[in-house]
């Protein structure tokens, strides 16, 4: 059977896959809108809108790294492993006579 390799390829956005793109703009979004809030209240540099602009290339240019390194999906098992999964596995020894017990 031939498979051919543009097929089996995930889609890909500036070298990075849908949803690592997605978490970009998110964070691209979320910085801006913390400056214009922030700007309500105080006065807010110019600066800040440059460093968050020059933190979230930052950040695209180190996923298409990892993306060349054959990291599959790296943003999104980082986020996984420190958010989602448990930090301990609770193992408990079964009871034979339970009804739900499996063999």
Same mark, same amino acid.
């Given at each position: 059977? !031939? &498979? %051919?390799?543009?097929?089996? !390829?995930? $889609?890909?956005v500036?070298? #990075?896959?849908f ?6 703009? +998110? ?6 809108? #913390?400056g214009?809030? +922030?700007?309500?209240? @105080? /006065?807010? $540099?110019g600066? %800040? %809108?440059l460093?968050s602009?020059?933190? &979230?290339?930052?950040?695209?240019l @180190? +996923?298409?790294?990892n993306? !060349?390194?054959? =990291?599959?999906? /790296? +943003?999104?098992?980082? @986020?996984?492993? =420190? ?5 301990? @596995? %609770? ?5 034979? =006579?339970?009804?739900? =017990? !499996?063999?």
């Open positions: 059977m !031939k &498979v %051919y390799k543009t097929i089996e !390829k995930k $889609s890909q500036l070298g #990075l896959g949803s690592e793109i997605g978490l970009v703009v +998110l964070l691209f979004a979320m910085l801006f809108i #913390l214009n809030t +922030l700007a309500m209240f @105080i /006065y807010v $540099s600066w %800040y %809108y460093i602009l020059g933190l &979230v290339l930052a950040v695209v @180190i +996923l298409r790294f993306n !060349k390194q054959k =990291h599959p999906s /790296y +943003l999104m098992s980082m @986020i996984s492993f =420190h958010f989602f999964q448990p930090k301990r @596995i %609770y193992l408990s020894k079964s009871n034979p =006579h339970d009804r739900n =017990h !499996k063999r």
